[in-house]
């Protein structure tokens, strides 16, 4: 297996730790290719599909992704040597996201010290994801899920409009092009742009070293975050 190779260790100055630079006309692309995407899917609405988390007690689904340097890694280097915390993110636009950053960033020391290796699964291509984590200054790695293969086996689907317009005025509700393109508007104003999957919902789900799903959080609303004390507590039982 891949992991049982040995490799040669490289001087320093041969090793790179910081992820590839895109340019800012490649970036700029990508993400107004995003944002394309998110006005498509606000206006064709989240339809009828909600999540169902996979249970505890399940398998963890071992996927490939590539990570925010443009690396590939299995989920299960993750939880190989202990426990480890999948995050799946909202999409790159979103001020829940934000929120969850800052929150992580201030529980990421009490995860170490419980032996969690932490890491989030988002939306966006490695270059965009790379740009998210310098700029929110997110600590874990960032694996890149654009076609939801992870989101999706793990049971993750869209939120209902309720769940991510409930604190948004009445007249919003119907989710239409126009009023996307001046949420679009508003957030580019701020250097926020509103990119990816608007109604995709976020989870998260604590992996066990052999691979066995212990405990899952699903959201109820886009800014439902969890305790951390409950996945801590679930890391040592």
């Known amino acids: 297996m891949a992991h049982s190779l040995k490799y040669p260790t490289l001087p320093k100055s041969l090793l790179n730790t910081e992820p590839p630079k895109l340019g800012m006309e490649a970036t700029e692309r990508l993400t107004e290719a995003a944002e394309k995407e998110w006005l498509e899917t606000w206006v064709a609405g989240p339809g009828d599909k909600r999540s169902k988390l996979l249970d505890p007690g399940t398998s963890a689904p071992d ?6 340097t443009g690396a590939s890694r299995r989920l299960s280097s993750f939880w190989s040597d202990g426990p ?3 995050m799946f993110w909202r999409h790159f636009g979103c001020g829940c996201g934000l929120d969850r950053a800052s929150r992580l960033n201030e529980e990421y020391a009490d995860y170490l010290d419980a032996g969690i290796n932490p890491v989030i699964i988002g939306q966006g291509e490695p270059g965009r994801a790379a740009e998210y984590r310098e700029k929110y200054d997110i600590s874990c790695p960032i694996l890149c899920d654009p076609e939801f293969e992870a989101y999706s086996a793990y049971g993750l689907a869209h939120f209902g409009v309720e769940q991510v317009l409930y604190d948004a005025p009445e007249e919003t509700w119907c989710h239409s092009m126009e009023i996307g393109l001046d949420f679009q508007e508003a957030r580019r104003a701020i ?5 990816d999957n608007p109604w995709m919902s976020p989870g998260e789900f604590l992996v066990d070293p052999s691979g066995t799903i212990r405990s899952t ?3 109820q609303y886009c800014s439902d975050y969890p305790d ?3 996945f801590l507590t679930a890391a040592k039982i």
């Open 228 to 230: 951390a004390r409950v």
């Open 63 to 68: 996927l490939e992704l590539l990570d925010h």
């Open 191 to 195: 250097n926020r742009p509103l990119v």
């Open 217 to 219: 959080y699903a959201y």
């Open 84 to 86: 480890a915390l999948l």
